[in-house]
């Protein structure tokens, strides 16, 4: 069964990132109400941003009064820095101690928001080959694996409260906004196609729009329950994204390989981000009813690339 009740409120706590602000458009398209958790309190058109401080552990009890589902997206850029030792605690500290700020506050005022959906990532595998890797998968021994299984475990505490808790595991987002694609196109609008090391490791991709229908999917649908791999059916290797950029674009690439060392020496720990790939699974999500729009990475590339998403 499929709810579809009108003018309920969620609140995304790092609604103003890449996701959160297209999520929360197509939330207001879709006829929620939505409101954001932020550092700072403030309007932008019709999204109220309520604010909460982790560091004084505060948050503004009149957002969670108003939040009938809670999508939990905020964290500190992965691969926006080098890791330090000092970034790798706000990586995890800023997913594992927000989600349990919120959850602290919610049992104080022992309220139980219908749907709590958090991010994860496929980083939680690890490095996983050629292998199709499906939920039921170990993790990885890798920073990346340890960070998504801190992030999963804060959000499955939210069944404590009587939550329908969702997570939703993220490849790259396909989107020009932000993210990896820009960054990897750059170099493929003047006819050089950059793949990582060997271009052989996976990319699990997804277009922001399904990514954000799946968040919106995992409110609605009331069996949904657990684990999903958000990404779609057809992962491709380093290499096959980087040329279909090209195709997307319209462009005859020249391959320049960026080699395993060079960027070692460059990323540090960091290079397993993209040095490391992973083969997943769509079929846990789809079994549960999700229709991927953009299900071929060449259409889903021109779509971002046209519309601008």
Known sequence: MVSMTAKETVLITGGSGLVGARLSQLLLDAGYQVIHLGRKKSRSGSILTYQ????????????LLRADHIIHLAGAGVVDSRWTDERKKEILSSRVDSANL??????KMQLKPITFVSASAVGYYGNTGSALVAEDAEPGNDFLAEVCTAWEN?????EEIGS???MLRTGIVLSTKGGAL?????????GIGATLGDGTQYVPWIHIDD?????????QNEKMKGIYNAAAPQPVTNKEFTDSIGDALGKKTINAPAPAFVLKLAMGEMAIAVLGGQRTSSKKIQDAGFTFHFAQLVPALKDVFERGV
Do not use: N
Request: hydrophobic residues 50%.
């Open 102 to 107: 919120l959850l602290t506050e919610l049992k």
């Open 211 to 219: 990514l954000c229908g799946q968040y919106i999917y995992a409110i």
């Open 164 to 166: 329908r808790v969702v």
């Open 154 to 158: 804060a959000a499955k505490q939210f």
């Open 182 to 190: 820009p960054k990897t196109a750059a170099p493929v609008k003047f």
């Open 52 to 63: 909460w401080d982790l560091k004084k552990g505060t948050i503004e009890v009149e957002a």
